[in-house]
């Protein structure tokens, strides 16, 4: 039986532009998603990259600048006072 694994690779260099001020998570050394972006900078995601937020409030917020599409926004549906539990 062969396994097949996905290791999860955070920028080591920090906020880049193409984060939108979040967290870059790579795979295999290309940009698979952002955590947690700033509404303010999604402008700068190429269209096709998720990002990935704790609850359906941080959803409706990135949602309603009207600069992504709601299908590219997983949320966690974690509360509001978990911090970055998933890392």
Do not use: C, W
């Amino acid at each position: 039986m062969e396994e097949k694994a996905t290791r999860v690779e955070f920028d080591p260099l920090g906020v880049t532009v193409d984060s939108a001020y979040g967290i870059a998570i790579y795979v295999r050394r290309r940009l698979h998603g952002i955590l947690r972006p700033s509404p303010a900078s999604l402008g700068r995601l190429p269209p096709v990259v998720p990002v990935y937020v704790r609850n359906a409030r941080e959803a409706h917020e990135l949602v309603s600048t009207g600069n992504i599409d709601p299908a590219r926004v997983v949320h966690f549906d974690l509360p509001d006072h978990e911090q970055m539990s998933l890392m």
